[in-house]
């Protein structure tokens, strides 16, 4: 296939992504496949031979839909939803012609400046105030992670990238046990280890305990320890627990400690201003991360992370061998010198795109029906004995078992649970909460209606019958 047979393929491409969006809500959400399903149909070994574009397509059709999870299909309130709104998937598809590697200014000025606008947009849209500047990165887990060094580095004076951490006092980051597992990870990965994460008591709401983070950090400095940073959450990923920042960052701020705060998911909410109920603190954060491509819609890979001076981050991150020097470089960002990876797509174009084509009213229409839509759900359930909503909805998350008398809640939550997903019709997924295995609830995808969310009620009754 050349760049001239482009217009037919992708026009064939868009017949079947068309198809495909209007028939959706008839697939099972859940792939029903089997493990080991897919490869069997994959032949062992790469052709030598050019295969025809016609073969490729009749074989992606035949063997790849029903081999996948739909993420698009208005019925899942599984994990947190990963959006693709069609406005940001052309934008993703310009992008993927002009095929750009986005690492510095001088090979991609028009994303690079975009970018900066894009982060600016959505810091405006946050209500966070001007002096912000912020990055797209692929996830969440590498603004955290990028977050995280940067405690490190500078917990150790900005000596560590040139001596190495072996040796070094080591150093301690702080947060709850409601933050994602990403922080856990970015701690293996940045030679702190687990042990030096340490999670502090939270109250009755799931939120982190000031008074229990000051008792921790004193009794850390007299061990010996070196107090670098704090992980804060809202919109946490198990049950949407969020932090109280104020008074945690007035400590932080005493102890010299870096912010971090993770609102990968519920950050997106954050451009309705009446979800900021857990927001006072965020303009006090060294670094956010939240990702446009879970709530907002923006399609995935997009995590934003807004730091509130980048200096710390590039000192880390910013690396310069003489063959990525550009002319010029003092009034100019190289994107690259501010993460873990060098090489980067264009991922603000699809931003531009989404916010302009569904405005922020738009997007703020859908997250308030999801949150609303949510909170009808809950209350449908509740009002029936045998379901108990074991954590209350937090923007538009809650979590509830089955409890049947006579029946163990958490077995018979989990029976149910496969039983739904093994149905199709929707997808739901568990979480542990304090040692009771629930169902999370979840509305979020760009397109779903009431009735796809009210749907969950009738499948889950039929489904006990
Ligand atoms: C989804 C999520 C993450 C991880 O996001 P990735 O972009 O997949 O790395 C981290 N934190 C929270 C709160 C999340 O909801």
Known sequence: MNSSDYAKWTARATEWITDYFANLSDRPVRAQTKPGDIAAMLPDSPPDEAVSMDDIMADFERIVPDGMTHWQHPKFFAYFNSNAAPASLIADQLANAIGAQCMLWQTSPAATEMEQVMCDWLRQAMGLPKGYQGVIQDSASSATLSAILTMRERAQRFQGN?????????????????????????????????????????????????????????ADKMAGFNPAGLVLCVGGTSIGASDRMPAL???????????????????????????????????????????????????????????????????????????LHTEGEDSIVNFSEWTVPLGRRFRALKLWFLIRAYGLDGLRARIRNHIQWSDDLAEKLRTHPDFTIITERRFSLFTFQYTPTGQNANDATKALLQRVNDDGRTYLTQTLHEGRYVIRFTAGQFDCTRDDVMAVYDILLDLTR
Not at 178 to 205: E, F, M, P, Y
Not at 309 to 319: A, K, S, W
Request: hydrophobic share 40%; charged share 25%; proline share 5%.
């Open 249 to 323: 960052l007035d400590i932080a701020k005493q102890e010299g400690l870096y912010t971090h705060l993770d609102a990968a998911w519920a950050g997106a909410a954050m451009i309705c201003p009446e979800q900021r109920e857990f927001w006072d603190g965020a303009d006090r954060c060294d670094s956010i991360v939240m990702n446009p491509h879970k709530w907002l819609g923006a399609q995935f890979d997009c995590s934003v992370q807004l730091l509130k001076d980048p200096t710390d981050q590039i000192r880390t991150l910013g690396i310069k061998p003489t063959y």
């Open 162 to 218: 040139k001596l190495g951490y072996a040796g070094a006092q080591p150093v301690r980051i702080y947060c709850s046990e409601q933050v994602h597992s990403s922080v856990d990870k970015a701690c293996w990965v940045a030679g702190i280890g687990q042990d030096n994460l340490v999670k502090i008591d939270t109250d009755r709401n799931f939120a982190m305990r000031p008074e229990a983070l000051a008792a921790t950090i004193t």
